[in-house]
């Protein structure tokens, strides 16, 4: 193992870049032309150019990472010293590949919004600090530090919800704002709780994950913790019924918003959830995991079903995560191998899934300016590329098999009918549904008559192209051939389904079934 | 019976005379010579400057042995030391905001420096009186000089309805607070922290006679930092006072109050200490839930800092209910933090304002971070900083305090805590929303001020800082929590 602090790396460079812009931003500059939109080209590029590097840093931890369970390229140092708080990140099969689609997706949302004209190295800033707080949230392996993290990351998405969203954008942005804030009130006191309570039996205070996961609670105790922990991650996943900020969030916000809202925000719930919940509290997990399986199907029928009635397509998106987290919150609460890998592999595919949606909808939206299916239609053939895009990206998010939401959500329905059939056989109508409101809101975008106002859009440009290809590239990739995904995500995986295993769990199950 | 006179060693109250002496040089010359005031402005930094010096070598180079000197009136320990250097930091922004605003107000005049220096003195005083009776002088000392400065702007009939009012209920609240003393006296025969800790561990003691006298202390001190239910003063006398003047109270005020009141709960009543926790609990949670609510309903920035500022009383007063080490420093912690980023709001809205009271409205800040880019996001960063929101000061300043709490097992305050800075969380935003999300009602940009632009990089810089690296404050932190008397 090398000594270089990849991590770190990944972690801070983009708020290195955020800090130069920022910086550099009230600087007086030569304006070409008055008003001109080159002259705030030079921000948009530093920002593009950070956020490829911090992907290409990523890159080295992909590298360096061996297929174990545990932690790897630790990084462990004293942070706040009289309480303990340390420094410390580590990645394992779950989180490598959460870092991975943070870093990838960032460049193509960073793309996605060459247009924004307001504000620009604000906006630029606020994206990669965001990026900043997204990574550190997803390697932090003390307590507090995931804390700091996990709440910093709220200010500069509420900034870029609030900012440059659109309509009702600081109603949605408060909002957000105060669900997440609302949430993770009580995960800090269950944080301060949970460290004093293990001092007395690690015989020091610390906040490290580490020294805490396995740690023995009276099961009252520990079903109290894992309640706070519990909401803190449940209004972010968002899980049925504290999802009500996300609609708002996801049509207000700007597009590089919601790539990065669906994309990974959502994510850190999920993430939190298997991370603390299932690893710190593997008794109450179990006493919980009917409660939580039930609300899990309840959001994923919920969320398709509204999906079916929305005519604004950003709104039906959204809907369609909250019916898609579904997925993942009940495949990581099965308590199978097969659930646990599922549900991670789910996590970075619904990533790129819906973070493409999102691009697609704000490619459709820039050239339409509606968002209404009511007033789209025809486009397939003034835009056959635009439409490929749609169909391919929709397909993948339906879950066809060959693309990559179909292993997701094949092992998610496997590990849990393997667990209890009733949430899977239920849980499987969301595929169905899925299918009728993505295919559907295709049809009524792309078929049918052309309105007239729509005679002359334009297809992809270049800009458009060098960020719908790479994400395209990753969902055929991981259809076709999961198995590198899978063979990292599996130790992790497994380590933690062991603490709440409904049978022993066994890896080769996975490789037969998803192994492509 | 032959009397012993102490002692004479004045060097532990050095800083003391020094700010004391300056306040008179400048009163004296003054008087001799009427002048708009910023050579004044001066002479007081330079005798701030000399006091901290004083301060930072006692620091360096401990003490004796001694606990306290003076015959027993003034502690001598790092805890005060702390305190004092805090406080001078508050003056020395004080100074430098109010030359600022004086200036554009046309209201220079040397008094301000001379009431300034002296209710500093009585601040600093304060950190390190080891006698009920000292902890009178000092609150008067220090009272006094804040009800003329309140009402320095006497052309303002709102800055002198503040000044009244507070001296109405100041001095209503000394009232109390030397009942306080008396009933102490009367219980252990000594007004001495250390012999009343003293005497209460001893037998033969009334305690129903000492809870009464803790009660009034306690009640006498949350006047003076402002915690529900003897808040009432603050809205108006931080409205009408001017901004300085209001930046100045909150902070060193508050500062100074709260080294007294906890050398007072943890040394004079910390045998009593589990018969006082109701009380300390009961405060600080209504505290912190009054202050929280009160705010929202709020449209005028000062206004809505001053009950900002009760709330965060409260968020104190869980360090110090906690009782043990951790809350002490983690008290300690929360009032350093608490002093830059209130001030530094307040800088910000000397500068919004311009001249004077004007622009204080929270419409004033719409737009703002469009106007000023910089002043913006330095108001999103006190405002996030008094939020708790990481990486700021205030954030690790609530960890600290929470951990305490929790350590002392006082979940459910911790949870009130927690569920109250939500509701704070909520017209922090709103101040947020106004300045970066609202389009301005009016294009012209705020310009940049000189003074206040070092007060607010100071400020800001400390917020940040102690929000990033805490251990840079946390590691002297450790010996200065330990009180000595």
Same mark, same amino acid.
């Given at each position: 193992?090398?000594?270089?602090?990849?991590?770190?790396?990944?972690?801070?460079?983009?708020?290195?870049?955020?800090?130069?812009?920022?910086?550099?931003?009230?600087?007086?500059?030569?304006?070409?032309?008055?008003?001109?939109?080159?002259?705030?080209?030079? @921000?948009?590029?530093?920002?593009?150019?950070?956020?490829?590097?911090?992907?290409?840093?990523?890159?080295?931890?992909?590298?360096?990472?061996?297929?174990?369970?545990?932690?790897?390229?630790?990084?462990?140092?004293?942070?706040?010293?009289?309480?303990?708080?340390?420094?410390?990140?580590?990645?394992?099969?779950?989180?490598?590949?959460?870092?991975? !689609?943070?870093?990838f997706l960032m460049p193509l949302a960073i793309l996605a919004s060459w247009r924004v004209?307001?504000?620009?190295?604000?906006?630029?800033?606020?994206?990669?600090?965001?990026?900043?707080?997204?990574?550190?949230?997803?390697?932090?392996?003390? !307590?507090?530090?995931?804390?700091?993290?996990?709440?910093?990351?709220?200010?500069?998405?509420?900034?870029?919800?609030?900012?440059?969203?659109?309509?009702?954008?600081?109603?949605?942005?408060?909002?957000?704002?105060?669900?997440?804030?609302?949430?993770?009130?009580?995960?800090?006191?269950?944080?301060?709780?949970?460290?004093?309570?293990?001092?007395?039996?690690?015989?020091?205070?610390?906040?490290?994950?580490?020294?805490?996961?396995?740690?023995?609670?009276?099961?009252?105790?520990?079903?109290?913790?894992?309640?706070?922990?519990?909401?803190?991650?449940?209004?972010? #996943?968002?899980?049925?019924?504290?999802?009500?900020?996300?609609?708002?969030?996801h049509?207000?916000a700007p597009t590089a918003g919601s790539v990065i809202l669906a994309g990974v925000?959502?994510?850190?719930? $999920?993430?939190?959830?298997?991370?603390?919940?299932?690893?710190?509290?593997?008794?109450?997990?179990?006493?919980?995991?009917?409660?939580?399986?039930?609300?899990?199907?309840?959001?994923?029928?919920?969320?398709?079903?509204?999906?079916?009635?929305?005519?604004?397509i950003k709104?039906?998106v959204a809907?369609?995560s909250?019916?898609?987290?579904?997925?993942?919150?009940?495949?990581?609460?099965?308590?199978?191998?097969?659930?646990?890998?599922?549900?991670?592999?789910?996590?970075? *595919?619904h990533g790129l899934s819906t973070g493409a949606l999102f691009l697609v909808v704000g490619m459709l939206y820039d050239r339409?300016?509606?968002r209404?299916?009511?007033?789209?239609?025809? %486009?397939?053939?003034?835009t056959?590329v635009l439409a490929g895009f749609f169909l391919v990206v929709a397909?993948s998010s339906?879950?066809?098999?060959?693309?990559?939401?179909? =292993?997701?959500?094949?092992?998610?329905?496997?590990?849990?009918?393997?667990?209890?059939?009733?949430?899977?056989?239920?849980?499987?109508?969301?595929?169905?549904?899925?299918?009728?409101?993505?295919?559907?809101?295709?049809?009524?975008?792309?078929?049918?008559?052309?309105?007239?106002?729509?005679?002359?859009?334009?297809?992809l440009s270049?800009r458009e192209y060098a960020f719908m290809v790479p994400i395209v590239v990753a969902i055929?990739?991981?259809?076709?051939?999961?198995?590198?995904? %899978?063979?990292?995500?599996?130790?992790?995986?497994?380590?933690?389904?062991?603490?709440?295993?409904?049978?022993?769990?066994?890896?080769?199950?996975?490789?037969?079934?998803?192994?492509? | 019976?032959?009397?012993?006179?102490?002692?004479?060693?004045?060097?532990?109250?050095?800083?003391?005379?020094? %700010?004391?002496?300056?306040?008179?040089?400048?009163?004296?010359?003054?008087?001799?010579?009427?002048?708009?005031?910023?050579?004044?402005?001066?002479?007081?930094?330079?005798?701030?400057?000399?006091?901290?010096?004083?301060?930072?070598?006692?620091?360096?180079?401990?003490?004796?042995?001694?606990?306290?000197?003076?015959?027993?009136?003034?502690?001598?320990?790092?805890?005060?030391?702390?305190?004092?250097? =805090?406080? !001078?930091?508050?003056?020395?922004?004080?100074?430098?905001?109010?030359?600022?605003?004086?200036?554009?107000?046309?209201?220079?005049?040397?008094?301000?420096?001379?009431?300034?220096?002296?209710?500093?003195?009585?601040?600093?005083?304060?950190?390190?009186?080891?006698?009920?009776?000292?902890?009178?002088?000092?609150?008067?000392?220090?009272?006094?000089?804040?009800?003329?400065?309140?009402?320095?702007?006497?052309?303002?009939?709102?800055?002198?309805?503040?000044?009244?009012?507070?001296?109405?209920?100041?001095?209503?609240?000394?009232?109390?607070?030397?009942?306080?003393?008396?009933?102490?006296?009367? $219980?252990?025969?000594?007004?001495?922290?250390?012999?009343?800790?003293?005497?209460?561990?001893?037998?033969?003691?009334?305690?129903? !006679?000492?809870?009464?006298?803790?009660?009034?202390?306690?009640?006498?001190?949350?006047?003076?930092?402002?915690?529900?239910?003897?808040?009432?003063?603050?809205?108006?006398?931080?409205?009408?006072?001017?901004?300085?003047?209001?930046?100045?109270?909150?902070?060193?005020?508050?500062? /100074?109050?709260? /080294?007294?009141?906890?050398?007072?709960?943890?040394?004079?009543?910390?045998?009593?200490? @589990?018969?006082?926790?109701?009380?300390?609990?009961?405060?600080?949670?209504?505290?912190?839930?009054?202050?929280?609510?009160? $705010?929202?309903?709020?449209?005028? #920035?000062?206004?809505?800092?001053?009950?900002?500022?009760?709330?965060?009383?409260?968020?104190?007063?869980?360090?110090?209910?906690?009782? *043990?080490?951790?809350?002490?420093?983690?008290?300690?912690?929360?009032?350093?933090?608490?002093?830059?980023?209130?001030?530094?709001?307040?800088?910000?809205?000397?500068?919004?304002?311009?001249?004077?009271?004007?622009?204080?409205?929270?419409?004033?800040?719409?737009?703002?971070?469009?106007?000023?880019?910089?002043?913006?996001?330095?108001?999103?960063?006190?405002?996030?900083?008094?939020?708790?929101?990481?990486?700021?000061?205030?954030?690790?300043?609530?960890?600290?305090?929470?951990?305490?709490?929790?350590?002392?097992?006082?979940?459910?305050?911790?949870?009130? $805590?927690?569920?109250?800075?939500?509701?704070? /969380?909520?017209?922090?935003?709103?101040?947020? #929303?106004?300045?970066?999300?609202?389009?301005?009602?009016?294009?012209?940009?705020?310009?940049?001020?000189?003074?206040?632009?070092?007060?607010?990089? =100071?400020?800001?810089?400390?917020?940040?800082?102690?929000?990033?690296?805490?251990?840079?404050?946390?590691?002297?932190?450790?010996?200065?929590? #330990?009180?000595? @008397?």
């Amino acid at each position: 193992m090398s000594g270089f602090p990849w991590l770190t790396a990944t972690v801070f460079l983009p708020l290195v870049g955020a800090v130069v812009l920022l910086a550099a931003a009230p600087l007086p500059r030569r304006r070409p032309e008055a008003g001109g939109v080159s002259g705030d080209a030079p @921000w948009r590029w530093v920002a593009l150019i950070v956020s490829i590097a911090t992907f290409l840093v990523s890159l080295g931890i992909l590298t360096e990472f061996r297929a174990e369970p545990g932690f790897q390229l630790v990084e462990d140092l004293d942070w706040v010293g009289p309480l303990n708080i340390r420094y410390a990140l580590g990645v394992d099969g779950i989180s490598l590949f959460m870092v991975l !689609l943070t870093t990838f997706l960032m460049p193509l949302a960073i793309l996605a919004s060459w247009r924004v004209e307001r504000q620009v190295p604000y906006f630029m800033a606020s994206l990669l600090a965001l990026e900043t707080a997204m990574l550190g949230a997803f390697v932090a392996l003390d !307590l507090l530090l995931f804390f700091v993290f996990f709440e910093g990351l709220l200010f500069p998405m509420y900034l870029v919800i609030g900012i440059w969203g659109s309509g009702r954008r600081v109603y949605a942005a408060v909002k957000f704002f105060l669900f997440t804030m609302a949430g993770s009130a009580l995960l800090l006191v269950a944080i301060l709780f949970l460290a004093f309570r293990a001092e007395s039996t690690l015989g020091q205070l610390t906040f490290d994950l580490r020294d805490l996961v396995g740690i023995d609670l009276p099961a009252a105790t520990a079903r109290w913790l894992f309640l706070a922990f519990f909401v803190a991650f449940a209004v972010k #996943v968002p899980l049925f019924p504290l999802h009500t900020w996300l609609p708002d969030a996801h049509t207000e916000a700007p597009t590089a918003g919601s790539v990065i809202l669906a994309g990974v925000l959502l994510k850190i719930g $999920a993430y939190g959830l298997i991370r603390f919940n299932l690893a710190l509290f593997p008794g109450a997990s179990e006493d919980f995991r009917g409660l939580v399986t039930t609300l899990a199907v309840i959001g994923i029928v919920y969320g398709a079903v509204v999906a079916l009635i929305q005519s604004d397509i950003k709104r039906l998106v959204a809907y369609s995560s909250v019916s898609h987290l579904g997925f993942v919150v009940m495949g990581i609460f099965a308590g199978t191998i097969q659930g646990m890998s599922g549900g991670v592999i789910q996590m970075v *595919n619904h990533g790129l899934s819906t973070g493409a949606l999102f691009l697609v909808v704000g490619m459709l939206y820039d050239r339409t300016h509606t968002r209404d299916l009511g007033r789209l239609g025809g %486009l397939a053939g003034r835009t056959p590329v635009l439409a490929g895009f749609f169909l391919v990206v929709a397909l993948s998010s339906l879950g066809l098999p060959g693309l990559n939401g179909f =292993v997701g959500e094949f092992l998610i329905l496997l590990g849990t009918f393997d667990a209890s059939r009733l949430p899977a056989v239920i849980g499987a109508t969301g595929v169905i549904l899925s299918a009728i409101y993505l295919l559907w809101a295709y049809q009524r975008s792309m078929h049918g008559e052309l309105p007239s106002e729509l005679t002359s859009t334009p297809d992809l440009s270049v800009r458009e192209y060098a960020f719908m290809v790479p994400i395209v590239v990753a969902i055929v990739a991981i259809g076709v051939f999961p198995k590198p995904l %899978l063979d990292r995500i599996e130790p992790a995986a497994d380590r933690h389904v062991r603490l709440i295993a409904v049978e022993p769990a066994s890896a080769d199950t996975v490789r037969a079934t998803g192994g492509g | 019976m032959p009397i012993q006179p102490p002692d004479l060693v004045l060097t532990p109250i050095l800083p003391d005379l020094i %700010l004391a002496g300056v306040a008179m040089l400048i009163l004296l010359v003054d008087a001799v010579r009427p002048s708009r005031g910023s050579a004044m402005a001066v002479v007081a930094f330079v005798g701030i400057l000399a006091a901290a010096a004083v301060v930072v070598r006692q620091w360096l180079v401990p003490a004796a042995d001694e606990l306290t000197v003076l015959g027993g009136m003034i502690a001598v320990d790092r805890f005060a030391l702390f305190f004092r250097l =805090v406080i !001078l930091g508050c003056a020395a922004l004080g100074v430098l905001l109010g030359a600022h605003y004086l200036d554009r107000t046309g209201e220079g005049r040397g008094e301000y420096y001379a009431l300034l220096m002296f209710a500093t003195a009585g601040m600093t005083l304060l950190a390190s009186a080891a006698d009920l009776i000292v902890v009178f002088l000092a609150l008067e000392v220090l009272s006094l000089s804040l009800y003329v400065l309140a009402g320095f702007s006497w052309r303002r009939l709102a800055s002198q309805e503040a000044s009244l009012k507070y001296f109405l209920l100041g001095a209503f609240s000394s009232a109390f607070f030397l009942y306080g003393i008396a009933l102490a006296y009367g $219980a252990t025969g000594t007004t001495s922290l250390g012999g009343i800790a003293e005497a209460l561990t001893g037998p033969g003691v009334s305690t129903a !006679l000492a809870l009464a006298a803790g009660a009034l202390l306690l009640v006498g001190f949350s006047f003076k930092i402002a915690a529900v239910p003897f808040h009432m003063w603050t809205p108006d006398v931080y409205q009408g006072a001017p901004s300085p003047v209001t930046g100045f109270m909150a902070a060193g005020t508050k500062v /100074a109050g709260f /080294a007294a009141l906890i050398r007072v709960t943890t040394v004079a009543l910390g045998p009593v200490s @589990w018969e006082l926790l109701p009380a300390l609990v009961a405060v600080s949670a209504v505290t912190m839930v009054v202050g929280s609510v009160l $705010a929202i309903a709020q449209d005028d #920035v000062k206004r809505m800092l001053a009950y900002s500022s009760i709330a965060h009383a409260g968020f104190v007063l869980v360090g110090v209910a906690a009782g *043990n080490q951790e809350g002490v420093t983690g008290s300690m912690f929360y009032l350093v933090s608490y002093a830059a980023m209130i001030l530094g709001a307040f800088a910000v809205v000397i500068v919004v304002s311009r001249t004077g009271e004007g622009r204080t409205s929270l419409r004033d800040y719409r737009g703002l971070a469009r106007r000023s880019p910089v002043l913006g996001a330095l108001l999103a960063l006190f405002l996030l900083s008094l939020a708790g929101i990481p990486p700021t000061a205030g954030f690790i300043a609530k960890v600290l305090v929470f951990g305490a709490a929790v350590r002392a097992g006082l979940e459910g305050l911790v949870v009130v $805590a927690v569920l109250a800075s939500v509701v704070a /969380a909520f017209f922090y935003i709103r101040l947020i #929303v106004l300045a970066y999300m609202e389009d301005e009602e009016t294009a012209e940009r705020v310009p940049a001020e000189p003074a206040p632009g070092v007060a607010l990089g =100071v400020t800001a810089a400390v917020t940040l800082v102690l929000g990033v690296l805490p251990g840079l404050l946390l590691e002297p932190l450790q010996g200065a929590g #330990v009180l000595r @008397w």
